[in-house]
C-alpha cells in the first residue's frame, strides 16, 4: 500500500517563493513525479526525480530524499498562473502510479 | 495530434445502470490507468494496467472493472451504477515506471 502526504493549501504574493513538501510511505519505489492540475483540467507533468538530490527546471525545481520519504517542489518567481493544485504521485512497482490528495496553491497580487 | 482520448465528456446516469468510460492512446504506451478524482481526496487509482493482457487494482477498485484487450484502449465499466460513483474520471498513460503520465480531459459522471 501507499500513504502520501502533502498540505492542503498554501497561499503566496506574486514573486515569492513557495515550497510544497510531500511524504511518502510506499511498499516499494520506483521514484516520484510532481504534477500540475489547473481548475477543470487534466494534470500535466511538472517534475521527475528517482535519485536523491535537487532537479532544477526554469522556475521549478523537485527535491528527492529516499531515505527520508521526502520530497519538495520549489516554486520560484510566483506568477498568478500558477495558482493551481500541485499533486505528488509515486511509482510503486509493477507500473503502479499513486497520488497524494494535492496541494491547492493561491497567488495574490 | 497524438494524445489520449476519453468519451464521453459528461454524463448523467440513472442508478442501477451500466455505463461503460472509453479511452484510447494512440502514443503505443504499455501503461494505462482510470483514476477518479473527488473534492479534498485528489486522484485515486480505481485500475491500472503494465501491458495489453494484464490489469491491476488500485486503491479503490470494488464497483469497477476494466479490460485492456489491446495496448490502445483501457475501458472502464460500472455494472450497477451507484451514487456515490458521482465524480470526474481521468485516464492515463504512459510508456514506463519512470516516465510521464499523459492524461486524458476527463469524463464527469453524475450518478442520480
Known amino acids: 500500500g501507499q500513504n502520501i502526504d502533502q498540505p492542503t493549501e498554501m497561499t503566496a504574493t506574486e514573486g515569492a517563493i513557495v515550497q510544497i513538501n510531500c511524504t511518502y510511505q510506499t511498499s516499494g519505489f520506483n521514484g516520484l513525479f510532481w504534477y500540475q492540475q489547473h481548475a477543470g483540467e487534466a494534470p500535466t507533468f511538472l517534475s521527475y526525480n528517482v535519485l536523491d538530490g535537487l532537479e532544477e527546471k526554469g522556475r521549478f525545481s523537485s527535491f528527492l530524499s529516499r531515505s527520508k520519504g521526502y520530497s519538495y517542489l520549489l516554486l520560484k518567481e510566483l506568477q498568478m498562473k500558477d495558482s493551481a493544485s500541485y499533486l505528488c504521485a509515486v511509482t510503486e512497482g509493477d507500473y503502479k502510479l499513486s497520488f497524494g490528495a494535492g496541494t491547492t496553491v493561491t497567488v495574490r497580487a | 495530434i497524438a494524445g489520449i482520448t476519453q468519451a464521453p465528456t459528461s454524463q448523467i446516469l440513472a442508478a442501477g445502470r451500466r455505463m461503460t468510460l472509453r479511452c484510447t492512446q494512440d502514443m503505443r504506451h504499455n501503461a494505462m490507468y482510470w483514476y477518479r478524482q473527488d473534492l479534498g481526496l485528489g486522484l485515486r487509482l480505481i485500475h491500472y494496467?503494465?501491458?495489453?493482457?494484464?490489469?491491476g487494482k488500485g486503491e479503490v477498485p470494488d464497483g469497477y472493472s476494466v479490460s485492456r484487450a489491446n495496448t490502445d484502449d483501457f475501458p472502464l465499466t460500472l455494472a450497477s451504477a451507484v451514487p456515490s460513483q458521482t465524480s470526474v474520471y481521468f485516464c492515463?498513460?504512459?510508456?514506463?515506471?519512470?516516465?510521464?503520465?499523459?492524461f486524458g480531459q476527463g469524463t464527469r459522471l453524475t450518478v442520480v
Open positions: 492515463a498513460s504512459s510508456a514506463g515506471e519512470r516516465t510521464e503520465a499523459f
Open positions: 494496467s503494465n501491458t495489453a493482457g494484464t490489469t
